[in-house]
């Protein structure tokens, strides 16, 4: 399947079927992609129940969860029946700076870079890491945090 095709797929309504059967806990959060393009990628989850903490606002693996998601998914449309590599996350920083209430979007605006490193990571055979950034935002546009994570990818044999 080609990264084309993975977009349609992904932001598709059918999309949680693939959740539900990777991602069960991201589907049970109410973890959605909403936007996935050569730019980057968002996606988004709804302060509830199910992922509050005592303090009154959103669990902060769940938004870790959300925001990773985002960069995976920038990641995991390069693969196909062609394209086999591993993908492991080695390192995750991140700063919180407000209470997550309401809906909030987690955007990874580094497509083009992921684009030149799985393009890099492909044409050699030694494993190589990426950084990503993801901006969490509230309904107000405010930043209630922000995440890094480090991904290593290698191609297979």
Known sequence: ???????????GRFFFLFLLKNLPL??????????????????????????KNPFRSMYFAAMHMAAEFATGAL??????????FSMLLVKTEAEFHKKALGKIAFTCNQGIEADQFITNM???????TIRLTVRATN???????????????????
């Open 122 to 128: 492909l044409d050699s055979t030694d494993g190589q």
């Open 75 to 84: 990641l995991f449309q390069y693969m196909n029946s062609s394209t086999r």
């Open 26 to 51: 991201a589907f049970i959060a109410g973890v959605h992609l909403e936007e996935l393009n050569n730019e980057g990628s968002q996606t988004s989850m709804r302060f509830k129940w199910l992922n």
């Open 139 to 157: 309904e107000e546009q405010l930043e209630v945090a922000t995440f890094t994570y480090t991904w290593a990818c290698k191609k297979k044999a």
């Open 1 to 11: 399947m080609s990264k084309v095709a993975f977009r349609k797929r992904a932001l």
